[in-house]
């Protein structure tokens, strides 16, 4: 299992209601089936991810989520998860907004644009970065809103959502003082456990 996935299932209740925005290939939501007994729902839009789901045997809706969750009541999960695709959103802020209205809590994850490699990158080279941790050249890239620490803080000011637990990490998905101390600059990849203000 991805590391942040590991983060992520620290702070999803046992037997609880999980909807996962985007689940690739349900492995999030069958780790969380089979040790904590979540009754979750994925959704997602490519077909040989949701083929993986259904033979793990994971509840699976071809969606894409540039259409909005109108088709999910309100309060009808305890926990909604955005990992790793917020940035490739045509209205990040609107399904973030559909996120808390459908589920108690969100759960959001996304590469941290703010990074210092991506500043040193850009800055020496006068290109946008590609690396390991943005892998796609800019023209082919699924990224299309490019979000910081300090922009995701923004938006939950704005918003009225607050922030239960933020957790930035490096590329390795470990924490230090340092990441903690200067997130924006140091942190890679942002965590965020989110529920409405």
């Given amino acids: ?64 989520l540039d259409e909005g969750l109108s088709n999910f009541q309100s309060g009808s999960f305890e926990t909604v998860l955005l990992a790793q695709t917020l940035q490739a959103l045509s209205n990040p802020d609107k399904l ?7 589920g108690e809590r969100g759960i959001v994850t996304f590469p941290n644009f703010g990074n210092w490699k991506s500043r040193l990158y850009l800055a020496t080279k006068g290109r946008m970065p590609v690396s390991k941790f943005m892998p796609h050249q800019w023209y082919d890239t699924p990224n299309i809103h490019f979000c910081t620490v300090k922009d ?22 470990q924490g230090s003082w340092a990441v903690k101390s200067w997130p924006n600059f140091l942190g890679e990849i942002a965590i965020y456990h989110i529920t409405k203000g």
């Fill in 152 to 173: 995701f803080d923004a938006l939950c000011k704005t918003k009225n959502i607050h922030v239960l637990t933020r957790t930035v990490v490096d590329s390795q998905h």
């Fill in 96 to 102: 973030i907004d559909e996120m808390l209205r459908i």
């Fill in 1 to 64: 299992m991805r590391p942040d996935l590991e983060i992520i299932q620290q702070w999803i209740e046992p037997e609880s209601r999980v909807l996962d925005l985007g689940c690739g290939n349900g492995t999030l939501l069958n780790y969380l089936k089979s040790t904590k007994q979540v009754r979750g729902i994925g959704l997602e839009i490519d077909e040989e991810n949701i083929q993986c789901c259904i033979q793990n045997g994971v509840n699976v809706i071809e969606q894409n």
